[in-house]
Nanobody, 120 residues
Framework: QVQLVESGGGLVQPGGSLNLSCAAS????????MNWYRQAPGKQRELVSG???????NYADSVKGRFTISRDNAKNTVYLQMNSLKPEATAVYYC??????????????WGLGTQVTVSS
C-alpha cells in the first residue's frame, strides 16, 4: 500500500509565500514523475508543476518564475515553493506520483490535498 501525504498549506496574504511538501510512503520500488495539481472551486483540476526522477521540471505558464518544484529522492518527497502568491492561486493542491510498486507494476497515486488560500 502506498500513501501520499501533503502538508504546508494554509492562509497567506497576497505576495506571500508557502512551501508545500508531499511524502510518499509504503511499498515503493521507485518513483517516476511527481506532480502538483490544483483545483479551485468550480474549476477543473489543473497541472501546476511536475518533476521527473532525473529532476527535469515543467510549470504551468501561470506560475512560471514564481513557483519552484524540487524533490528529495532519498526521502520520496516532492516540494513546491510558492512565492509572490496571488488570490487566484487559492485552491486545493494535490500531489500525484507515478510509482513502481514492483519492477513490473506501475500505478498512479494521489494525495488527499492541502488547502491554499491567498487572501488579505
Amino acid at each position: 500500500q502506498v500513501q501520499l501525504v501533503e502538508s504546508g498549506g494554509g492562509l497567506v496574504q497576497p505576495g506571500g509565500s508557502l512551501n508545500l511538501s508531499c511524502a510518499a510512503s509504503g511499498s515503493i520500488f521507485s518513483i517516476n514523475t511527481m506532480n502538483w495539481y490544483r483545483q479551485a472551486p468550480g474549476k477543473q483540476r489543473e497541472l501546476v508543476s511536475g518533476i521527473t526522477s532525473g529532476r527535469s521540471t515543467n510549470y504551468a505558464d501561470s506560475v512560471k518564475g514564481r513557483f519552484t518544484i524540487s524533490r528529495d529522492n532519498a526521502k520520496n518527497t516532492v516540494y513546491l515553493q510558492m512565492n509572490s502568491l496571488k488570490p487566484e492561486a487559492t485552491a486545493v493542491y494535490y500531489c500525484h506520483a507515478d510509482i513502481r510498486v514492483t519492477v513490473f507494476v506501475r500505478r498512479d497515486y494521489w494525495g488527499l490535498g492541502t488547502q491554499v488560500t491567498v487572501s488579505s
